[in-house]
C-alpha cells in the first residue's frame, strides 16, 4: 500500500459514516476501500493508539521495557511461537508496525477495530473479548534463533551471538512440536479469555505471514492473604517462585533481566532473554511419592515453602546446616540446593498447564509451562546445568519443549514493537 | 504516521465507539438501502449460468458413472467416480440448498449415523463408493445407481429455480473453503476411496469461479484485495497440482504426510481470510 492510499484509508476510516451519509453507498465504498486485513493492519498500522489508563485492570503497553516481564505475574498466559513466511525484511517490520495498534487497543480491552457495519464481512475482531475488561493483559513479542538464518530477511549480521538454542541438558526429552520458533508472542491475563483472545487476533491478522509452529496455554492460582498476593504453587503443590529477584527493585532487575548498553546488540538495550520449557510432570508417580520424600526432592517444606527443618517461606536456605548424623539438612541432591550452587540468577515467571492426557499411556498431559527472563540465556544455562543429572526431581519430570527468544526492549509512544531491530 | 493522530485519539477515547448511539440507527438504515441498491445481477446471472453448467456436467458424468455400475464395470467406475463428483463439489453452494437432495446424494456413512439413520436410508455417491473400493463390488447396488441418477437429474432440474443472491455467492465462497478445512483436509469426505484431494480442487475452483465474477466489483472498492486473493488462489493452486499427475489424477490421500496436510491447511485459511472480506463490494 502506498502513501497515498493509506491516507486516504485513514481518512475515509474516520468519516466513513458522514460518507456514507452524504454520498450514498455506492461512492463511499469506492472512498473507504479496503476492509481486508492486510488492508485493516495496514490502516492501523500507521496509526498511534495510546495507552488507555482510565480502562479497569491495565497494563500500560508503553515504557522502557515491554509489559509481561516485571508485570505481577496473572493467572493466565496464552503463549505462541511462531514461524515467520515473509520473505523481506520490510514486510516482517509492516507486520510488527501493524501488530502494535492492535496489541495497545487489546490492552486497552478494546476490540482490535472498530466494529463492522457490514453483514456480508467477516467481522475484523473474533469478539470473544467483548463485555471483559483489559484483564491486566500484556503481550510480549520475541525473536527466536531461527528468524536470523532465514537468509532473505537480511537480519543474520544482527543476531545476538548469545541467541541460540540451548544445549541438551541431561534428561532432555525435547519434542520438536513443542520447541523453538522465529517469533513469541506471550500474552497474559488474569482472565483466561483474553489471553486467547489476544494470541487469536495477532495471529488471524497475520495470516499469510506467520504460522503456528507452537502454543501452550497455562495457569497460575495465586491463593490471597491478608490482601497479599502470595507464592502461587505448582502441580506438585510445591511454591514456585520464591526464589525470584524483587521486580520491584530496579537495580536488581537491571542486574538480573535487562541487557545493558554494551551487554549485547545495541538493538537489545533494554531488551531481555525468555527461555520457555515445556515440562511433563508425572503427576502419578509423584502422588504416590511420601510427603517426606517430596520435601527432600524439593529441598522444602510443601506447604509452608520454608526451607526443610524451618517455618518461614523466605526465610535463608543455609545450606550447610546438618543434623544431628552430620548429613546435611537441606540433601545435596535436592532442586533447591543444586540451584542455589550458582551464582546465576533468572526471573522465572511460569505457569501450569494441563493439555489432556497422553494418548500412549493413559496420563495426564500436564505440567510446567517454565519461562525465566534474564540478560543472557547462560543465566539460565549454568542453573540447568548444575541441576544435572542430579537433581532428585528429575525422576518426576521430562523436558518435552525448549526454546529462546530475544524480547525487545520497550515500545515508546509513535514507534512500534522491534524497531530498534528493524533500524539497526 | 501525523494524519493518524486524530483518529488515534478518538479510538483511544472511546468517542467513535461509543458516540455514535444515534448514528448507529441511520448506519443500518442506509445500509440496508445500500444492500438494495448494489447492482449485482450480471454477476449473480453469470454465477447461475455457472451452476447450471457444471450441474449439465454433473449428471452427464453420473449417467456414465451409473452405466458403468451397472454394468459391472468396476474399474471404470471408480474412474468416473472422483471426476463426476468435482461437478457437484465445485457448485456446492447451490446444490445445498436442497436441504433433501444434497443428503440423498451426498451423504457420507457417518452422517447418517450422527442422524440416527440406519444403514437401509443410505442412499448416493458415498454409498456406490463402499461398494467400490471395500467390497469391491458393484451387485446389490443397482438400484442405488438409478436412484442417484434420478436425484441428480432432480438436482439438475430444481437449480433452474434457485434464487441466486449476493449472500449464496459471498458466504458460499467461504463455505466451500470450510469444506475443504472441516472434511477435505482430514480425509473424511472420501473415508474408502481417499479421493478427497478431487473434492479439494473442486472446492477451490467453485470459490475461484464466484472470485473471478466478483473481481472487478472487489478492484472498484479495494484493488489490493483482489492482488492478495489472486496470490493466495496461486499458491494453494500450485501446492495442489504438486499431487496432480497432470492429466488430472491425484494421489490418494493416505499418501499424504501429515506435514503435507499442515501445509495445505494453512494455505487454505491463508486464503480463507482475505476472501472472507469480498463482501465489500456490498457496501
Known amino acids: ?424 | 504516521m501525523k494524519k493518524s493522530a486524530f483518529i488515534s485519539s478518538l479510538f483511544a477515547t472511546g468517542i467513535l465507539l461509543t458516540g455514535c448511539g444515534n448514528t448507529n440507527e441511520k448506519v443500518v438504515e442506509e445500509k440496508n438501502t445500500t444492500e438494495q441498491t448494489v447492482e449485482l445481477s450480471k454477476e449473480l446471472e453469470e454465477y447461475k449460468s455457472f451452476a447450471i453448467d457444471q450441474m449439465d456436467q454433473f449428471v452427464t458424468e453420473t449417467e456414465k458413472f451409473v452405466v458403468a455400475v451397472k454394468a459391472g464395470e468396476i474399474e471404470k467406475a471408480k474412474e468416473i467416480y472422483p471426476n463426476a463428483r468435482m461437478y457437484f463439489e465445485r457448485s456446492e453452494p447451490i446444490a445445498e440448498s436442497f436441504g433433501d437432495l444434497d443428503p440423498r446424494i451426498d451423504a457420507r456413512l457417518a452422517d447418517l449415523k450422527d442422524e440416527g439413520k440406519t444403514e437401509a436410508e443410505w442412499t448416493g455417491y458415498h454409498k456406490i463408493e463402499y461398494g467400490l473400493w471395500v467390497e469391491n463390488t458393484t451387485e446389490g447396488y443397482e438400484n442405488t445407481a438409478d436412484q442417484l441418477l434420478k436425484d441428480a437429474k432432480e438436482l439438475r432440474a430444481r437449480v433452474e429455480t434457485v434464487d441466486v443472491t449476493p449472500d449464496l455467492m459471498i458466504t458460499g465462497a467461504v463455505d466451500l473453503l470450510n469444506e475443504v478445512s472441516t472434511s477435505k483436509i482430514s480425509g473424511e469426505e472420501e473415508i474408502f476411496s481417499h479421493t478427497d484431494l478431487y473434492d479439494f480442487k473442486a472446492n477451490i475452483e467453485g470459490a475461484e469461479k464466484i472470485f473471478i465474477i466478483l473481481k472487478d466489483r472487489i478492484k472498484e472498492k479495494d484493488a489490493n484485495l483482489v492482488g492478495e486473493l489472486e496470490q493466495k488462489f496461486k499458491n494453494i493452486n500450485s501446492l495442489l497440482a504438486k499431487y496432480e499427475d497432470g492429466n488430472g489424477v491425484y494421489v490418494s490421500y493416505e499418501e499424504l504426510t501429515n506435514e503435507d496436510t499442515k501445509t495445505l491447511s494453512e494455505a487454505v485459511n491463508q486464503l480463507g481470510e482475505p476472501l472472507s472480506q469480498m463482501g465489500i463490494i456490498m457496501e
Request: net charge neutral; with cysteine; aromatic share 8%.
Open chain 1, 1 to 424: 500500500m502506498n502513501t497515498k492510499q493509506s491516507d486516504n484509508l485513514l481518512k475515509n476510516k474516520m468519516n466513513r459514516r458522514q460518507m456514507l451519509k452524504l454520498t450514498g453507498a455506492g461512492t463511499a465504498g469506492v472512498l473507504i476501500g479496503a476492509t481486508g486485513f492486510g488492508s485493516v493492519a495496514n490502516s492501523f498500522g500507521y496509526s498511534i493508539v495510546d495507552d488507555n489508563m482510565t480502562a479497569t485492570e491495565k497494563v500500560p503497553f508503553y515504557g522502557s521495557h515491554q509489559s509481561g516481564i516485571v508485570t505481577n505475574v496473572q493467572k493466565h498466559i496464552y503463549f505462541a511461537s511462531l514461524n515467520v513466511i515473509v520473505t523481506s525484511k520490510e514486510e516482517l517490520k509492516d507486520l510488527f508496525e501493524m501488530w502494535t495498534p492492535l496489541a495497545v487497543r487489546m490492552m486497552n480491552g478494546e476490540e482490535i477495530a472498530e466494529p463492522t457495519t457490514n453483514s456480508y464481512v467477516a467481522a475484523q475482531d473474533t469478539g470473544e473479548a467483548v463485555g471483559l475488561s483489559a484483564s491486566n493483559l500484556t503481550i510480549t513479542f520475541g525473536v527466536g534463533p531461527t528468524l536470523f538464518e532465514k537468509s532473505k530477511l537480511g537480519l543474520g549480521h544482527l543476531k545476538p551471538t548469545e541467541l541460540e538454542a540451548l544445549p541438551h541438558f541431561p534428561k532432555d526429552q525435547l519434542d520438536e512440536s513443542y520447541s523453538s520458533g522465529d517469533l513469541c508472542i506471550q500474552a497474559c491475563a488474569d482472565d483466561p479469555q483474553v489471553a486467547f483472545h489476544a494470541v487469536r487476533n495477532l495471529i488471524r491478522s497475520a495470516s499469510g505471514k506467520v504460522i503456528l509452529k507452537w502454543t501452550q496455554a497455562g495457569f497460575n492460582s495465586i491463593p490471597v492473604e491478608k490482601n497479599k498476593k502470595q507464592t502461587p504453587r505448582n502441580l506438585f503443590a510445591f511454591k514456585d517462585g520464591t526464589g525470584n529477584p524483587n521486580v520491584n527493585d530496579t537495580k536488581e532487575m537491571n542486574d538480573v533481566v535487562w541487557v545493558q548498553s554494551n551487554e549485547s546488540v545495541p538493538w537489545m538495550t533494554g531488551g531481555t532473554y525468555l527461555v520457555a520449557r515445556r515440562i511433563q510432570m508425572h503427576l502419578e508417580t509423584w502422588d504416590r511419592t511420601a510427603l517426606g520424600e517430596q520435601e527432600a526432592t524439593f529441598g522444602r517444606h510443601r506447604d509452608s515453602g520454608a526451607p526443610i527443618g524451618k517455618t518461614g517461606e523466605f526465610e535463608d536456605m543455609e545450606l550447610a546446616r546438618k543434623d544431628s548424623s552430620g548429613n546435611p539438612i537441606i540433601p545435596t541432591t535436592s532442586h533447591v540446593h543444586l540451584a542455589k550452587l550458582v551464582d546465576d540468577r533468572i526471573l522465572r515467571r511460569s505457569f501450569s498447564y494441563s493439555s489432556g492426557m497422553d494418548p500412549k499411556t493413559g496420563v495426564f498431559d500436564a505440567g510446567l509451562l517454565f519461562i525465566s527472563f534474564q540478560k543472557h540465556p547462560k543465566q539460565f544455562i549454568n542453573i540447568q546445568n548444575s541441576l544435572g543429572r542430579i537433581d532428585k526431581l528429575n525422576e518426576y519430570i521430562t523436558h518435552r519443549g525448549s526454546a529462546t527468544f530475544a524480547c525487545f526492549p520497550g515500545i515508546q509512544k509513535g514507534s512500534f514493537v522491534g524497531e530498534s531491530l528493524f533500524k539497526a
